[in-house]
């Protein structure tokens, strides 16, 4: 057994999250997540709503509330929805806690007293019309280094290049289309090439890295530069240094802060199990967390954070870059096993976009359509490894042919006849080498299924997990218990059924991660009691060091199903079972596309 963190990337809180959102952070964390749980793994998975930033600034500034009540108001409904979809967080909290800010400025002083960062006087990017600092992702224009035009003030997703904003050709603002002007301000810098020898050694040890992470990161290196670390904002976490801390002017900025939160994060966890420590198990590189596994699950826009920004930060805390130095007081930090980035997912294709309505925001998708159909869609069709097109028609063809008709269909169908002809779970007689067949390929796919979501490969483990479905209603069909109408002939219709039921158990738990609220009803429809998959719940907390209450994800997952076939226990009672999966009327297809072209 092995304590593993999924860390999980933070929404941001401007506004609700669409479905690739969710595709790239959210299910993919929750599937892998769950199956180590059922593995035996000692799971710590964690994240929370990103809030500090001028973005949040500037759409508050624009609905007439202040950052906080934005970032309030968006908290709660990025907790509902990633509650509806059943994401299983031990902790989904928030960057606006005090204990964020004082694990935030623990880093920032113990990377200051090694020497990692160091004050600058730059140019920093000012809007004309109002004197607010300009965000750098907040400035586009054309890329200096390979020339394409929608390069941002940070960096040129085009060739993955970092930037500063007074490098772009042509820059302008992308909230008013003016261009900035550019002033001598003082800010405190990341030494990132102090790290470059480190990082590189430690990127040329990770191994079954997906290819385009590793590749990305590996190139980052070859042109790392320091990194503003602090902003001209009213809104973030202060600077925790003599002469800075009570400026109202200068905060540190987001992007320093939200990787941070993982830390954060696990040790807010911890303090409100009453074991404040207990976060080392999963972070410290000593004894206490030796052993730990770190997975870091994200949009591939998100690579450079978790790859090169945050391994730089853990390293130079730990007092492990060029200069050296000294760990501060939570001890030395462990590295990312894995940097888990999914591609973009697309709709309709086109790119999604809020302002132009090319968009399916979660909570309004669970209005109208089962959480799990989703997570199906996601798990065997999303962008796990290339760009993926979210279509309605592929949608409802996966749910009406795969879910409803292949999945839904053999648990419905075998439960049914042996509810019908038996009233439980019949016994067995004497297997035939049919039945040993398909009841060896259920249980082989504990391995397989197993294997390939801890590679996180979880299109092909969901592909293996639906070819056990596959290879049962084969076999129903084959096997024909409905023929088997005779006295003479029960006892072989008896045995058909629980071979049946069997694998659908064994179905059941191999899809379990991927579809949990309906695991749950099948676990129940074969006669099971308790909790078979374990779900979040919505808590109301109090800030642990006195600030505002906020709502938080956590939930009880030491219960539930093992990975693992379970025998069935013949004479279990047995009902007519429900529907599992609902069927969709092609129809949809057309009234969705109809309120996608209202809004575009």
Request: proline fraction near 6%.
């Amino acid at each position: 057994m092995s304590h593993v963190l999924a860390a999980v990337a933070w929404p941001y809180a401007n506004g609700p999250r669409h479905i690739g959102h969710v595709s790239g952070f959210g299910v993919p964390s929750d599937v892998f997540s769950r199956y180590m749980r059922m593995a035996g793994h000692d799971v710590l998975m964690v994240s929370g709503t990103d809030e500090h930033g001028t973005p949040i600034q500037v759409q508050a500034d624009a609905d007439g509330v202040t950052p906080r009540e934005l970032a309030d108001r968006y908290n709660r409904v990025i907790v509902e929805d990633l509650h509806g979809l059943g994401l299983s967080y031990d902790l989904f909290t928030r960057t606006t806690t005090r204990n964020h800010y004082a694990v935030v400025q623990e880093l920032f002083e113990g990377l200051h007293r090694n020497g990692y960062i160091v004050a600058r006087t730059t140019l920093g990017a000012i809007s004309p019309s109002t004197g607010r600092t300009l965000p750098d992702r907040y400035i586009e224009g054309t890329c200096p280094i390979c020339g394409y035009e929608g390069a941002r003030g940070d960096q040129c997703d085009n060739c993955g290049n970092q930037l500063d904003p007074e490098q772009l050709i042509n820059p302008r603002s992308r909230i008013n289309g003016e261009t900035p002007q550019f002033v001598e301000t003082e800010h405190f810098f990341l030494d990132l090439p102090a790290f470059a020898e480190a990082i590189g050694g430690w990127l040329d040890q990770r191994e079954n890295w997906r290819p385009n992470v590793l590749k990305f990161s590996r190139n980052l290196l070859d042109d790392l530069q320091p990194r503003a670390i602090t902003r001209d904002l009213e809104w973030g976490v202060p600077i925790p240094l003599d002469g800075w801390r009570d400026r109202a002017d200068k905060r540190i900025y987001v992007w320093f802060d939200a990787v941070i939160g993982y830390l954060s994060a696990s040790i807010e966890w911890a303090r409100r199990t009453g074991d404040p420590d207990a976060w080392r198990q999963w972070w410290s590189s000593d004894a206490q967390g030796k052993d730990a596994l770190g997975y870091y699950f994200m949009g591939k826009d998100n690579i450079v954070f978790h790859s090169v920004i945050w391994p730089a930060l853990l390293l130079g805390y730990s007092g492990a870059g060029d200069k050296a130095g000294e760990p501060g007081e939570l001890g030395k930090l462990n590295l990312p096993t894995e940097v888990v980035s999914s591609e973009y997912l697309t709709m309709e294709g086109k790119k999604f976009s809020s302002s132009r309505r090319v968009v399916i925001y979660v909570r309004d998708f669970l209005e109208r359509y089962d959480a799990d159909a989703l997570r199906y869609f996601i798990a065997a069709a999303g962008p796990e490894s290339n760009d993926t097109d979210f279509t309605w028609a592929e949608f409802v063809r996966r749910n009406n042919d795969e879910l409803v008709a292949g999945w839904g269909n053999l648990v419905n169908r075998s439960i049914s006849m042996a509810a019908k002809n038996f009233g439980e779970i019949p016994a067995a007689g004497s297997f035939t080498p049919e039945d040993l067949a398909v009841l060896e390929v259920a249980k082989a796919g504990f391995d397989t299924v197993g294997e390939l979501i801890a590679k996180h490969r979880q299109k092909a483990a969901i592909g293996e997990a639906m070819r056990v479905v596959a290879e049962a209603n084969k076999y129903l069909s084959e096997q024909a218990p409905w023929k088997l109408k005779s006295e003479e002939e029960k006892a072989r219709q008896g045995t058909v059924l629980h071979v049946a039921l069997q694998v659908v158990s064994d179905a059941n738990t191999l899809l379990t991660p991927f579809l949990p609220h309906s695991a749950q009803k099948v676990f129940e429809l074969l006669g099971g009691e308790g909790v078979h998959a374990p779900m979040p719940r919505i808590e109301e907390v109090e800030d642990l060091d006195g600030g505002p209450g906020y709502p938080v994800l956590t939930g009880d997952y030491t219960v539930g199903a093992r990975w693992e076939s379970v025998p069935l226990v013949a004479g279990t009672s047995l009902s007519a079972p429900k529907p599992v999966f609902r069927k969709l009327d092609p129809s949809v297809i057309d009234e969705e596309l109809a309120r996608l072209g209202e809004g575009s």
